[in-house]
């Protein structure tokens, strides 16, 4: 049996494009050669892998059983190549980095600042993502790096390494009635107008969890998908919400916001810097994490 790598990618863009054609303009080959490959891969398995319908070719069901396996065989070979071409010269490259929403945005952006100074042969992609979202991708092997908040990382096959305590506070207006008092409860909490963060956010988890734990039922709470439109409507002084210390250490400076440790929390998370220890781990991976440990950096965390 002769499973190439050329009949997978075939099979992988037929399933997307459902045109020969399309299929053999992405990969500069002629028609009949596509075709050619298209038969030679039924005839290497033993079954029909593809059918047409209405002027388009569609896989059949043994055709979508493979092209799973064919999608992660061609996506490790591209990242074989890659890494190759690494150890050649680290003055060109790519480094995709899958960051969830308060690393991306209050940690990154003077990492990347140096990091982009210091390599600027070096192409950084950073795809902003819930966490679920960003462990998916290091499992299938899509990212190079993951940089989220999380409690104790506990995956098969990812590394994981914390770069800074990610605390949960409760945030309120100074002119809200509560940021009148030395300390918090979860009676407190109950009792005040409440928004909560979107379904997939890691600090709604967190939330649920805690009001599930203390027996808090919510009255009308708001759901904002958004940190900035959080903080935003907290400064109204109308709300509450529980959010990242890391997303407000500006406005605890400036005295627009007041931030109270959760009372009861029992829940501790950190920010981690991820990676899948099945992907090999490049030097151009190992750089950026040397410049997320660098001294400049570190002020950050």
Known sequence: MSLNLLKLQILELIAKNKKITAAAGELGLKQPTVTYHMKSLEQDLGVKLFENRSDKIFLTD????????????????AEAQRITAEYGSLTRGRLSIGASYVPATYLLPQVLSHFNTANPGIELAVSVKPTPMIKEKLHNHEIDLGIFSSEAVELSGIRARSLCDDEMVVICSPGHPLAKLPELDPGWIAASNFILHGAASSTRSLTDRWLAQHQVQLVQPLELDSIEAIKQTVRQARHIAFISRLAVLEELQQGTLVAYPVPRNDFRRSIYCCYNTNRYDSRLTERFIDALAAPQAESLF
């Open 62 to 77: 043994a055709g979508k059983a493979l092209q799973h396996y064919a999608s992660l065989i061609n996506r490790l070979a």
